[in-house]
């Protein structure tokens, strides 16, 4: 391995770098057009995979099916730290951080954050472009809609079903379901607001 192209040039971008020089990628070309401090280009070939550096999560979504569309080959990155059973499966283009656990039967969609030393307990679902943020621990069987993104620091109960484009607040402690398109929050989690099209 030696090329690798990561798309999105943010703090998060440079977290994923590190993942890809630890994974031996020898040279990385982030791909940005945006004001960041890091080294970057708007240009893009197909001569190397692409990883997602993205945080939102739309945005991530909208930029993964775009490339796909194109013929760019987007692959997933996994911090050699990571604990991940063999019965666990991991779809492409997400990024697994260091320090993470991901236990047996849990399945990761696409296009997901599974950020810095969160648990993914046994039979657990997280839908596609999904962010799970630093030190959230899911219990065995939680479901997380798609484009979700559960707060740092969060926790949930066995079973627990969090619908689709929900945002759990950092530092929640999840003990009932929550609806699609909820903001929800705090100990005990509740929904704060719910989108108008909900």
């Given at each position: 391995m030696s090329k690798i192209y990561i798309y999105g040039?943010?703090?998060?971008?440079?977290?994923?770098?590190?993942?890809?020089?630890?994974?031996?990628?020898?040279?990385?070309v982030f791909i940005d057009d945006g004001d960041n401090?890091?080294?970057?280009?708007?240009?893009?070939?197909?001569?190397?995979?692409?990883?997602?550096?993205?945080?939102?999560?739309?945005?991530?979504?909208?930029?993964?099916?775009?490339?796909?569309?194109?013929?760019?080959?987007?692959?997933?990155l996994i911090h050699?730290?990571?604990?991940?059973?063999?019965?666990?499966?991991i779809e492409n283009g997400t990024v697994v951080m260091a320090g993470c656990v991901i236990n047996a039967d849990a399945k990761i969609g696409k296009g997901v954050?599974?950020?810095?030393?969160?648990?993914?307990?046994?039979?657990?679902?997280?839908?596609?472009?999904?962010?799970?943020?630093?030190?959230?621990?899911l219990a065995g069987d939680v479901f997380v809609g798609e484009l979700s993104h559960v707060g740092i620091g969060s926790v949930a109960i066995q079973g627990i079903r969090i619908g689709a484009e929900s945002i759990i607040g950092a530092g929640s402690v999840i003990v009932r379901n929550i609806p699609a398109k909820s903001t929800a929050?705090?100990?005990?989690?509740?929904?704060?607001?719910?989108?108008?099209?909900?």
């Open positions: 040039a943010s703090g998060h971008g440079h977290v994923i770098a590190e993942i890809a020089m630890t994974c031996h990628y020898k040279e990385i401090p890091y080294p970057h280009s708007n240009t893009l070939s197909n001569d190397a995979p692409i990883v997602l550096a993205i945080g939102n999560n739309k945005t991530r979504a909208k930029i993964y099916h775009t490339l796909i569309a194109s013929g760019f080959e987007v692959i997933s050699p730290s990571a604990i991940i059973s063999a019965s666990a499966t954050i599974l950020n810095t030393s969160c648990v993914i307990e046994h039979q657990t679902i997280i839908e596609d472009f999904v962010h799970i943020s630093p030190k959230v621990a929050y705090g100990n005990p989690c509740r929904v704060i607001k719910k989108s108008k099209d909900a």
